[in-house]
């Protein structure tokens, strides 16, 4: 069969966003193409396709199937796009997949008539069996993991069990992408995901939801084969890892790093994981296979707060983390969440004086977003706290919500003071203009930039 799949463009209000790898799009090109199927992705952030240069690409196509992925920023661009092919492409079977159409099926269907199927939660499995499927003109239900139109109403399946051999799955499809597109500066950024699920649930995440209360990992050795075709058939030397917690194996973690010097590939990378599953051995050994930074969910400097989240950390664990990642020599990263539910000021200044303690290398002051699939979600929908229902302006910068705690407009104030607290410490941009290269130079325009911007509201 011919298919098409589509990464959305971001809305109109989403200035100078970064292009990255449609990961999942990749895997499901992967998989189809070990069917038999002809796969083509159009990556509308990559190419800065318009909704009406859209219209030209998609109608340039042959598609018998045309497959949609959403975050909850990208779902009306989706939409979108769906009742653009089906307008060109009316036999065309259409799909969304990804996070929110995941907790959106139904609504997605209802208010979209040109939308025919959403594939809920891990897809490459229920992808592969609706082909099959399409191709037979058989019924689709006794596909799991599927929401569908059947005689004028919604059926929903039962959800799938989770991919348990991960290795089984092939690399992700890369060859199918705009690469050259995708370059900045010269580079491609290629991401690996090397596990699925998570083993804790914090409360403004849908990881668990999504991908299930368990930790399935792929092999060290499996992940190391693909690092070493991407670094050989592409040239590339910095990769990034995805996983929301690479080290919840240490062990895993450790021999990941020990086939890396094996191989003695010229390769650096970064990843993410939890402050609590990280230690002085483990940290070094990772910065001795390549490894040169690492993001932390800080989330909050108040216990209460990561109470609240159900975080399930303590703030002296995040310091002794901090200071052993300084001293494996690794550049750090911290990612917060302000104006989670029970946020006042107190808290949240409590939250950006943590931070310039913990002194890293680049913040993340993120908005507390209630995403569908997630239990803050839930919290506030019940609270009728919501204020914002257009999915365009969930974009982590901007409050959604307000609670009795905190306005929004005191909370997107207190966000903008604290990137400008954290950038223009004197001493930060001291310590980024003798790191130097890429990444320093980087830190010291944006603390230039974040000076300009002071001086305007100043002046103005």
Not at 121 to 133: A, C, N, P, R, S
Not at 336 to 359: M, N, Q, S, Y
Request: hydrophobic share 35%; charged share 25%.
């Amino acid at each position: 069969m011919k298919i098409t799949l589509v990464n959305p463009p971001y809305p109109p209000s989403v200035h100078s966003h970064p292009s990255f790898i449609p990961l999942g799009l990749a895997y499901l090109g992967a998989v189809a193409e070990s069917e038999g199927h002809e796969v083509t992705v159009i990556d509308c952030q990559a190419e800065k396709l318009s909704y009406e240069t859209f219209r030209q690409r998609i109608t340039k196509t042959s598609s018998e199937v045309i497959g949609v992925t959403a975050t909850t920023l990208l779902y009306k661009s989706a939409m979108r796009l769906i009742t653009i092919a089906k307008q060109i492409h009316p036999q065309a079977i259409t799909m969304l997949g990804g996070s929110h159409g995941t907790f959106w099926d139904e609504n997605s269907l209802n208010e979209n008539p040109s939308l025919d199927i959403v594939v809920r939660k891990e897809g490459e499995k229920t992808f592969i069996e609706l082909l099959d499927k399409i191709q037979s003109k058989s019924s689709f239900d006794s596909v799991l993991g599927v929401t569908f139109r059947k005689e004028g109403r919604t059926a929903r399946t039962s959800d799938r069990f989770f991919i348990e051999d991960l290795d089984s799955l092939p690399f992700p499809a890369h060859h199918l992408l705009p690469l050259n597109a995708l370059r900045r500066k010269g580079k491609i950024l290629f991401p690996l995901l090397t596990s699925r699920g998570c083993v804790y649930w914090c409360d403004f995440c849908s990881t668990v939801r999504m991908f299930g209360r368990g930790y399935r990992m792929r092999s060290p050795r499996n992940v190391v084969d693909e690092m070493q075709l991407i670094h050989d058939k592409y040239g590339v030397n910095q990769v990034t890892f995805y996983d929301d917690a690479f080290t919840v194996d240490r062990n895993r973690t450790i021999k990941i790093c020990g086939e890396l010097r094996n191989r003695r590939l010229d390769l650096i990378w970064d990843c993410g994981t939890r402050i609590d599953m990280v230690d002085r051995e483990l940290l070094q050994a990772m910065h001795g296979a390549g490894c040169f930074a690492v993001w932390f969910g800080v989330e909050s400097g108040s216990e209460a707060i990561l109470g609240a989240m159900n975080k399930r950390i303590r703030l002296d664990q995040t310091r002794l983390a901090f200071r052993t990642a300084h001293d494996a020599g690794l550049m750090t990263i911290a990612n917060t969440v302000l104006g989670f539910p029970g946020e006042t000021e107190h808290t949240a200044w409590k939250t950006i004086r943590f931070i310039k303690e913990l002194d890293p290398d680049d913040v993340g002051f993120y908005v507390a977003t209630p995403y569908p699939g997630t239990p803050m979600y839930d919290q506030v929908k019940k609270n009728g706290w919501l204020r914002i229902t257009d999915f365009d302006k969930y974009d982590t910068a901007g409050p959604t919500f307000e609670t009795p705690w905190l306005e929004m407009k005191k909370l997107a104030e207190i966000r903008n003071k604290a990137y400008q607290q954290f950038y223009l410490r004197p001493n930060y941009v001291l310590k980024m203009m003798r790191r130097g290269g890429t990444y320093g130079m980087s830190a010291v325009r944006t603390s230039g930039a974040y000076l300009l911007r002071s001086l305007h509201l100043r002046l103005s």
